[in-house]
């Protein structure tokens, strides 16, 4: 559904930048090593009064066409970072926002980006900024010129290839970027496979960009455990999809989704204790846990430490409440400790079970594939000796008979008697010297 089928106008535009009709999400990225969160990717819906919930494919073009696209790029920033400030203060992992082409060649927006940063005393290095691949058109000086620009903000740079990236990209001196994502149905299904061909090519051909770039790669749109697990094996250092966890805002997101990441990647879970040191906005206004000895035995918290330690100021009822409070908040996250863990060991029983059932469908596959080429071939033979037979029947009708070896009577002529006779006569003529 494009700009033009919900006929949208430059009114529109100006109510919703007005009246903050826009909503940011956000998906995570995850980390292949250790499935720990990379950094949250916004997103942009627009809420039309009249239209309702508009994906980006129904405005983006409109944006683009109308000259507006820098101001929406702006908003997005303004609004994300408020967002994630407000969720993690200045603290780690970071996010992203996507840039469009024409964001590129604005030369007043890096100036932009510098000063508001600074306003909101956010660290660029927070904020990665994802560069749609130049056209091919696009000269490597022009290229060049943009990229570091940007680069001078001091915000970290992607760039997003799908297929095989043009000769400007390759050509880009120094190599600007500091990750490479790439993704697509096409080679999501070959990495499913990894059957080799074009597939093979492209993603060789950017693995290998990285890696000479120190650049990490990242995979977009994993819909499904093979898909990861293939990814992985291939050398992806990253990836992010609905099959790890889908776009919401920053508060929906459970730091529990790092663990259920690891389950899906073969890793062991980290222990709540790891995740909120992590992942917590403030290490100091983390609520105490319970955590476990390595005997098993269950330690106490700080809650109930508290409560046990001999405060006089407090009566002993006051203190047995105390206790109380503190015991059911232990047995609380215990509870709640124990549902994660079965959750993760759920998850990783339908993992195994997805991964023996395409393994099956692998191995079937390939049994069919070796019974119709056994068909195949026995056909081939069993033509190959049909017209052998028919051509020696066709060679045996056409060759010649041999003559028939009959008994005839000899048809030589008897020399006659007198002839004979007067021979004799002669010789004996010569002996007794008549004849001269």
Known sequence: MGAQAVRLTNVDIDNALKNNHFDVIFQPIFAMADGSLLRMESFVRWTHPGLGVLPPGAFISFFETQGRMGELTRHVIETAIEHYIGWRGTNGPGLSVNLSLSDLTDESFPAWLKK?????????????????????????????????????????????????????????????????????????????????????????????????????????????????????????????????????????????????????????????????AQYAADKQDQPDMVTTEKGGKPQKSDQIAEAQSDDKTLSEDEIRAKKIEAAKK????????????????????????????????????????????????????????????????????????????????DTTPEPELSDEKASIDEVAKLEDGEIH
């Open 116 to 276: 508001y940063l600074k306003a909101k005393k956010f660290p660029a290095k927070l904020l990665t900024l994802e560069c749609p691949l130049p056209p091919t058109p696009t000269t490597i000086p022009d290229a060049n010129k943009s990229f570091a620009a940007l680069t001078k903000t001091g915000c970290p740079l992607a760039i997003e290839i799908r297929g095989r990236a043009n000769e400007a990209l390759r050509d880009l001196s120094p190599f600007p970027f500091a990750e490479v994502k790439t993704g697509g149905s096409a080679i999501l299904r070959f990495a499913r496979t990894v059957r080799g061909g074009p597939g093979l090519t492209a993603i060789s051909e950017l693995l290998e960009m990285a890696k000479s770039n120190n650049a990490r790669i990242v995979a977009v749109g994993v819909e499904d455990q093979p898909s990861l697990t293939a990814l992985s094996s291939l050398g992806f250092t990253a990836a992010q999809g609905n099959f790890m966890a889908g776009v919401s805002d920053l508060q929906g997101f459970a730091m529990n989704t790092v663990n259920t990441v690891r389950s899906a990647l073969g890793l062991d879970p980290l222990e709540q204790e790891q995740l909120r």
């Open 330 to 409: 232990a047995i609380r996250e215990k509870k709640l400790k124990a549902r994660e863990v079965a959750k993760i060991r759920a998850a990783k029983k339908a993992r195994d079970a997805r991964e023996a059932t395409a393994k099956a469908e692998i191995e079937l596959a390939d049994q069919r594939k070796e019974i119709e080429e056994a068909k195949a071939a026995a056909a081939v033979a069993a033509n190959a000796r049909k017209l052998q037979n028919r051509l020696s029947r066709v060679f045996d009708e056409n060759e010649p008979e041999p003559p028939l070896e009959l008994n005839t009577p």
